[in-house]
Nanobody, 122 residues
Framework: QVQLVESGGGLVQAGGSLRLSCAAS????????MGWFRQAPGKEREFVAH????????YYADSVKGRFTISRDNAKNTVYLQMNSLKPEDTAVYYC???????????????WGQGTQVTVSS
């Protein structure tokens, strides 16, 4: 069974950058497609980005396209989310997860990390 641990969150001013990491243990991530989601207070969990097992195909939510980049290093068993030009509306808890079905629905991801808080001040 894979365990996921997110890190790299924090407080940043609008326009700043953060790099989130999702480290896996228990099993190699190299055969899994992975996604990043986020959840703001009082809101549903929403899709942010997806990457296939080899890192050759990525998808992004329209709200982050051009600002966020998902990548992976299978040798390090880690998936990343580089976040640039951050906005206050990016404030949320960010989660990584293992995909089992469709790309965009959180219901199609079955293993989740505990999340890391990202707060963007204006």
């Amino acid at each position: 069974q894979v365990q996921l641990v997110e890190s790299g969150g924090g407080l940043v001013q609008a326009g700043g950058s953060l790099r989130l990491s999702c480290a896996a243990s228990g099993r190699a991530l190299s055969t899994y497609a992975m996604g990043w989601f986020r959840q703001a207070p009082g809101k549903e969990r929403e899709f942010v980005a997806h990457i296939n097992w080899s890192g050759t195909t990525t998808y992004y939510a329209d709200s982050v396209k051009g600002r966020f980049t998902i990548s992976r290093d299978n040798a390090k068993n880690t998936v990343y989310l580089q976040m640039n030009s951050l906005k206050p509306e990016d404030t949320a808890v960010y989660y990584c997860a293992v995909r089992t079905g469709s790309i965009y629905s959180p219901n199609d991801y079955n293993i989740w990390g505990q999340g890391t808080q990202v707060t963007v001040s204006s």
